[in-house]
Every structure is written in C-alpha cells, then in structure tokens.
C-alpha cells in the first residue's frame, strides 16, 4: 500500500526554528509537495521538490531525499500566523497525489 | 499563479434535499479536477477525479449515485450531494491541475456544507 507519515502535531516558540519531517512509501515517485492549511480554509501551495536536496524560498526550506523515502519542511523565524497544518502530498506512478494526515502546527509566544 | 473559484462558500440545507458546488478555473484549462472532502481535524480525502468530458473516478467507498460529478468544460467541475443527510456535513474542496505547472493542484477556498 502507500504510505505517508508525518507527525500529527508540533509545537514551537515564536522567533524559533521548526522542522515537519515526512517520510513516504509509495508506488512511484514523480514529485512530493508541502501544503499550509489554517483552519476552515483550503490548502495553499508552500514548495515542490523532484529532485534531492534544499530548495530555499524566504523563511521556509524544504528538502528532500527520493533514497530515504523522506522530505522535511524547515520553517525559520516563526510567526504566530504560521500556526497552521502543514500536510505533505506524493506523486505517484499514475501521477495521483497522495495526501499525508498534516502536521498541525502550534506556535507559542 | 493560476486561481480556483469554488460556489457557494458555505451552503445550509435541508436533509433529503440536494446541493451543487461548482468549481471553475478562472485563468487557465484544467482537464483534471479533484473533489475533496475534510472533516474536522482530519486531513484531505479524495473523494473523486473529474476529467473533462469523461466521468469521473470515484475513490473507493464514495457512492458515485450519491455524489455526483459533471466535468462539462474546461474550466468548470460541479458536485452535486444528492439527498443530503447531516452525516454529509463536511468541508468540500475542489482543486484542479493545470497541464502546464507539473503536477501542483490549485485549491478553491472550500464550501462549508451544513445538513440540518
């Protein structure tokens, strides 16, 4: 079957660095994607990785190791409005995506 | 970056009565749309793949009779919750793939449906 992990909640102090590990076991692989979600609304595109490595974009980094089956989402110099569910999605073979359960993320003062 | 509508927001009805939500893409032709439901602190599930001018995929477990898909253009998917009852009170989000931007999904901001 397919697989996605991630943890089911986080909490960081503003100001702080936090990093949302996801780890995947799916049938093929053709690009992985973080997602933000805040409460009541839909998800909102945050990165794209295919390729291994550290993509960076502002405060948030995202990186990837397609041999380890494991992506990571850094966020830096957390603000109270990053609260919110960070959800990691696979594509896979057939070119679906498949959705991780989210990471809801809390930050406190 | 490309933009998704989705009709109505948010949507109170009647149990037994039936519910359309419509989801367009307003600057760009999307040949696959995707129904979601999300209900409260759970994450995304993929009720059913919209492909124009086909019918749609349902994923297992969603009654296809009971939701039905109509992908009739490029730019517009509709759901309709057929005899709606309360245990359908969710948060429907649709998303659509533009061809030309890899595989990224472009949500819509989600319709709250309540069943009373």
Redesign the interface.
Known sequence: GQNIDQPTEMTATEGAIVQINCTYQTSGF??L?WYQQHA??????LS?N?LDGLEEKGRFSSFLSRSKGYSYLLLKELQMKDSASY?CAV?DSN???I????TKLIIKP | ?AVVSQHPSWVICKSGTSVKIECRSLDFQATTM?WYRQFPK???M?MA?SNEGSKATYEQGVEKDKFLINHASLTLSTLTVTSAHPEDSS?Y?CSARDPGQ?????????T?LTVT
Not at chain 1, 99 to 102: D, K, N, P, R
Not at chain 2, 102 to 110: A, T
């Open positions: 053709n690009g994607f009541g609304e839909a998800p909102t595109f794209y295919v959800l594509v070119y679906q995506l959705w991780g359960a989210g | 970056g995707f759970q994450s995304l993929l793949t948060f989000i890899d595989y990224e999904q472009y949500f819509g901001p989600g709250r």
